[in-house]
């Protein structure tokens, strides 16, 4: 179902199922999976897919005339987002890439190449500058920013209002202006994972690589010796971190 006041330009790929509320406009190079919705006042452009069972809520903008975008399947992007809108006469915008199943709420702005891993959740007011990472099941409170060319490890809490100003490793509840890591996100390991044992060996090298500020040289050693993965990949995220 697609309202009259919709303007869709030539070239556009819409499923048959797709829902678009009124006054949205679509552009030539958008493409819309099925079981996806729109509601109403959005604005899609440039080169951007949108795969399955998307939901986007009234008055987002979503891409540029020269961006590339894609969306993954069950994402749901809140009202007055801004993914990749921003456009700079100056440089050609990297893609920005949004996994699946993502919950990203109202007034959150994702600039150009941003990559967001699957299961994350950004709330109100999050900005993202350019060429972030997050990895997957990463939550970041409303009102906080990442800046450029940082990467937030899997499984990394971020607290409300933090300004984040370099990489921050996995499983870990970090917080501030500028943001500084206050512990392990042992709720979200819990979560996570079932072996009570791999959340005590992530804590015993949490403590070895971070107790007195970061200890590069043992994490790249842990990283190369450890047996178990979640500790490998913590132990390696630091050891090439910009920490």
């Known amino acids: 179902m697609i309202h009259e006041s919709v303007t869709i330009q030539k070239g556009a790929n819409i499923a048959e199922d797709v829902i678009i509320g009124p006054f949205c406009f679509i552009g030539k190079d958008v493409t819309i999976e099925s079981g996806c919705?729109?509601?109403?006042?959005?604005?899609?452009?440039?080169?951007?897919?949108?795969?399955?069972d998307v939901k986007i809520f009234s008055f987002a903008v979503i891409g540029s005339e020269n961006s590339e975008i894609s969306v993954g399947e069950k994402t749901h992007i809140r009202e007055f987002t801004q993914i990749g809108s921003q456009e700079d006469e100056n440089e050609v915008p990297k893609k920005i890439t949004i996994g699946a199943n993502n919950f990203i709420m109202g007034y959150v702005q994702i600039l150009s190449g941003v990559e967001l891993g699957e299961n994350c959740i950004l709330t109100n007011a999050v900005r993202m500058y350019e060429?972030?990472?997050?990895?997957?099941?990463?939550?970041?409170?409303?009102?906080?920013?990442?800046?450029?060319?940082?990467t937030l490890g899997t499984g990394v809490m971020v607290g409300g209002a933090s300004l984040v100003t370099h990489d921050m490793?996995?499983?870990?509840?970090?917080?501030?202006?500028?943001?500084?890591?206050?512990?392990?996100?042992?709720?979200?390991?819990?979560?996570?994972?079932?072996?009570?044992?791999?959340?005590?060996e992530i804590k015993a090298v949490f403590k070895k690589i971070l107790g007195e500020g970061v200890d590069k040289e043992v994490a790249n050693e842990i990283a190369s010796?450890?047996?178990?993965?979640?500790?490998?990949?913590?132990a390696s995220f630091i050891a090439s971190s910009n920490m």
């Open 225 to 234: 010796a450890h047996e178990n993965a979640y500790v490998t990949r913590f």
């Open 37 to 52: 919705s729109l509601e109403s006042n959005i604005i899609l452009k440039g080169k951007l897919h949108i795969a399955k």
């Open 169 to 200: 490793p996995p499983f870990t509840l970090v917080e501030g202006n500028h943001a500084t890591i206050k512990g392990l996100n042992v709720i979200g390991l819990r979560r996570r994972l079932e072996n009570k044992d791999d959340i005590e």
């Open 131 to 150: 060429n972030v990472k997050c990895e997957e099941r990463v939550i970041i409170g409303g009102f906080s920013s990442i800046l450029a060319n940082n």
